[in-house]
């Protein structure tokens, strides 16, 4: 059994930084798609950033190119989302994302994804 387990939200100060981090087990990353989600009150889930392990190509969504940094270490488990630049905006539930195949849609998509974890709070205040 594939299971994601997010880690590393919090509160921040408009401007400050964050990083969460998602551990995979049960399941072996390397021909795999990654991604970050984030869900506010009374929206839809957005996808933030992916990354396919094979070649460590990366996708990012506009409001966070540029500030928001998804990697994934060499024969690691473990894929990061490193956000900058942290606006109020940015505040919502991210969630993490895999599946056992090579990412294939042109955009961030939920429907794309097999497995999820429960989620981590990020909250920034102005």
């Known amino acids: 059994e594939v299971q994601l387990v997010e880690s590393g939200g919090g509160s921040a100060q408009s401007g400050e930084s964050l990083k969460l981090s998602c551990r995979v087990s049960?399941?072996?990353?390397?021909?795999?798609?990654l991604a970050w989600f984030r869900q506010a009150p009374g929206k839809e889930r957005e996808g933030v950033a992916r990354?396919?392990?094979?070649?460590?190509?990366?996708l990012y969504s506009d409001p966070v190119k540029g500030r928001f940094t998804i990697s994934q270490p060499i024969m690691k488990n473990t894929v990061y989302l490193q956000m900058n630049s942290l606006k109020p905006e940015d505040t919502a539930m991210y969630y993490c994302?895999?599946?056992?195949?090579?990412?294939?849609?042109?955009?961030?998509?939920?429907?794309?994804?097999?497995?999820w974890g429960q989620g981590t709070q990020v909250t920034v205040s102005s």
């Open positions: 994302a895999a599946k056992g195949s090579p990412c294939s849609s042109p955009t961030i998509r939920p429907d794309e994804f097999d497995f």
């Open positions: 990354i396919q392990s094979s070649d460590g190509s990366t």
């Open positions: 049960g399941a072996t990353v390397r021909r795999s798609c």
